[in-house]
């Protein structure tokens, strides 16, 4: 039997375990994944709890895509050059390997159309925690020429932006005000990568005003990574204005599939668990 499990705070709004116990069960696979809910004091605790249950591997979820990789003992090339991880495998000798599917889920989810148009282009992206970075690194492999950054905290968020300089030195990389927000007209691409407009953390608000979205070009594209409810209040605004949508269900949905087959070495099933995901939100 393999045991897989979520660990992050707040859980309510994670449809991980729906998703991943659909594909075990499309499968034929004797396993359970499980939602288990960890404040960042209980994130040492959670760890150890993990590894002495026999599990077999876990995903990192808000707040601690970051401080895993303080209990990692190697990482794959992405979660390395991302300096977080949200996937880890468990091996057999109870060291953790820790990935980072967010970025192949991000990029998956993008058109190639699209991707071709957002080479040697601007984007903007809303926050700098894990999924930021693993958004930034996606559009650096697509190919843009600049990413503006928006943040609460500048100060917390330019270590972040400094590492990714380092990392990716043909790229221009800005870091402004959240609050200064009010001009998107030469990013082809907004990103909002916050809490903001998810399920039990101000859902129904957006990230941004809709006269700030509105200075957006026609052509360009609104991708929230939220993705319960499936329609926040930003995706709302952004089809209320007729501008193309990418919704955060499919990012969500290819991280996970990436996810599955890391653990378990076998090809998950995305349009079951995209399916199960769907089930769950138009209940």
Known sequence: MVKFAVIGHPLTQSLSAVMHNATLKALEMDGTYELLDTESEDLVSR?????????????VTIPHKVPITL??????????????????KILPDKSLKGYNTDIYGFKTAIPEDIQKSLKNNKVTILGTGGAARAAAIAFCEIGVKTI???ARNVINASKMVNFLREKFPDIKFNLKQMQSLNDLSDSLM???????????KAMGMSPIEESVLKTLPKDAVVYDIVY???????????????????????????????????????????????????EELAE
């Open 71 to 88: 209990f990692l003992d190697e990482f794959d090339k992405s979660a390395d050059i991302a300096g977080c991880a949200n996937t880890v």
């Open 47 to 59: 760890v150890k709890m993990l590894k002495s249950q026999n599990y077999d591997g876990f995903n």
């Open 190 to 200: 907004l990103v909002n990568s916050t809490p903001i407009g998810m399920r039990g």
């Open 228 to 278: 319960n409810p499936l329609k926040t209040e930003l995706i709302k605004l952004a089809q209320k204005n007729n501008y193309q949508i990418i919704t955060g269900l499919d990012m969500f949905v290819h991280q996970g599939a990436k996810a599955f087959e890391i653990w378990t070495g076998k090809k998950a099933i995305p349009e079951v668990m995209k399916m199960a995901a769907l």
């Open 148 to 150: 503006d950054f928006y």
